[in-house]
């Protein structure tokens, strides 16, 4: 009896580390950025990037948005693994703050998509900002 | 009296062998004469019945046989249960494996808490840059790059 608890408690050990040594995921990496249409219209004043990087779970949905006082864009991507490949289901819901504080649905759309590691997809078109300058929102799927 | 040591003498087979058929016929049918040779018939079964036991003796050879299957077992192997070691056996199978079962749980909850999936369901917020114009027209949506190469 005295020897099974120590026996007990390395197996416990060893069922943790056992577990542990999952395979790395998949991640889908957020780069939203500022692009020159022109070169020559690029500055170091007008720079822009935001980026983040998540873990690619089936069936758990990724979400993330893009805020403006008056503007709000809500993605929401869904992975599902396909022989190394990944069926993303991508609900995109924009609305804008009207001038009475209220929301006011501008676009809602589904789609789905097959993305390939390594292989970006690109939002467009998306706009384009008064400077010359078009917003690039890119998906990429990274590779453990 | 003289009946009865007549019968007696009878039953002791001393009366001659002339007289014991007269003495059979006179005697025969005779219930005073059957139950005195029935009390004496349980006498002489009594007189020859073995002597009362020796309690002491056999109470000594008793202890002396306790005694020597204690010191037997003292020092003998203890006789293998088939049966118990084999629930023994079951029973650390199932200690091993509920304590396998455990460490894998405790690997995926810890993993789940502090893995880097922990806080995939948290929404990231970009904030955009002022001056910049949504377009809604065009029907946006998610375009494979083809011909993609990476940025420097």
Same mark, same amino acid.
């Given at each position: 009896?005295?020897? $099974?608890?120590?026996?007990?408690?390395?197996? @416990?050990?060893?069922?943790?580390? @056992?577990?542990?040594?999952?395979?790395?995921?998949?991640?889908? #990496?957020?780069?939203?950025?500022?692009?020159? @249409?022109?070169?020559?219209?690029?500055?170091?004043?007008?720079?822009?990037?935001?980026?983040?990087? #998540?873990?690619?779970?089936?069936?758990?949905?990724?979400?993330? $948005?893009?805020?403006?006082?008056?503007?709000?864009?809500?993605?929401?991507?869904?992975?599902?693994?396909?022989?190394? $490949?990944?069926?993303?289901?991508?609900?995109?819901?924009? $609305?804008?703050?009207?001038?009475?504080?209220?929301?006011?649905?501008?676009?809602?759309?589904?789609?789905?998509?097959?993305?390939?590691?390594?292989?970006?997809?690109?939002?467009?078109?998306?706009?384009?900002?008064?400077?010359?300058?078009? @917003?690039?929102?890119?998906?990429?799927?990274?590779?453990? | 009296?003289?009946?009865?040591?007549?019968?007696?003498?009878?039953?002791?087979?001393?009366?001659?062998?002339?007289?014991?058929?007269?003495?059979?016929?006179?005697?025969?049918? %005779?219930?005073?004469?059957?139950?005195?040779? %029935?009390?004496?018939?349980?006498?002489?079964?009594?007189?020859? %019945?073995?002597?009362?036991?020796?309690?002491?003796?056999?109470?000594?050879?008793?202890?002396?046989?306790?005694?020597?299957?204690?010191?037997?077992?003292?020092?003998?192997?203890?006789?293998?249960?088939?049966?118990?070691?084999?629930?023994?056996?079951?029973?650390?199978?199932?200690?091993?494996?509920?304590?396998?079962?455990?460490?894998?749980?405790?690997?995926?909850?810890?993993?789940?808490?502090?893995?880097?999936?922990?806080?995939?369901?948290?929404?990231?917020?970009?904030?955009?840059?002022?001056?910049?114009?949504?377009?809604?027209?065009?029907?946006?949506?998610?375009?494979?790059?083809?011909?993609?190469? +990476? +940025?420097?």
């Amino acid at each position: 009896m005295i020897l $099974r608890v120590p026996g007990c408690l390395t197996l @416990l050990v060893l069922g943790s580390i @056992l577990a542990a040594q999952e395979e790395v995921p998949y991640r889908l #990496k957020v780069s939203a950025r500022l692009e020159a @249409l022109q070169p020559a219209v690029s500055s170091e004043t007008d720079q822009w990037e935001e980026g983040a990087e #998540k873990v690619l779970v089936e069936g758990t949905p990724i979400r993330f $948005r893009l805020e403006r006082q008056d503007l709000s864009i809500a993605f929401r991507i869904t992975p599902f693994p396909q022989n190394g $490949r990944f069926l993303m289901i991508i609900q995109v819901d924009a $609305r804008r703050r009207s001038e009475e504080g209220r929301f006011v649905g501008l676009m809602s759309t589904v789609q789905t998509i097959t993305m390939e590691p390594e292989v970006p997809v690109l939002f467009y078109p998306f706009g384009k900002s008064d400077q010359g300058r078009s @917003l690039a929102l890119e998906l990429h799927v990274l590779s453990p | 009296m003289d009946k009865r040591s007549d019968f007696s003498a009878y039953l002791d087979g001393e009366v001659p062998e002339a007289l014991r058929g007269r003495f059979e016929s006179a005697w025969a049918g %005779k219930a005073e004469f059957e139950s005195f040779r %029935k009390s004496r018939e349980h006498l002489s079964a009594l007189l020859q %019945k073995a002597p009362e036991p020796d309690f002491e003796s056999r109470r000594e050879a008793v202890f002396l046989r306790i005694e020597q299957t204690i010191r037997e077992k003292q020092i003998m192997v203890r006789p293998k249960n088939w049966l118990s070691s084999r629930v023994r056996v079951v029973w650390a199978a199932a200690a091993v494996f509920a304590a396998l079962i455990g460490g894998i749980f405790m690997g995926r909850l810890l993993q789940t808490l502090e893995g880097p999936n922990a806080n995939n369901e948290e929404v990231i917020t970009f904030q955009l840059p002022e001056g910049f114009e949504l377009t809604t027209s065009g029907n946006p949506e998610f375009i494979q790059v083809t011909n993609y190469r +990476r +940025r420097p």
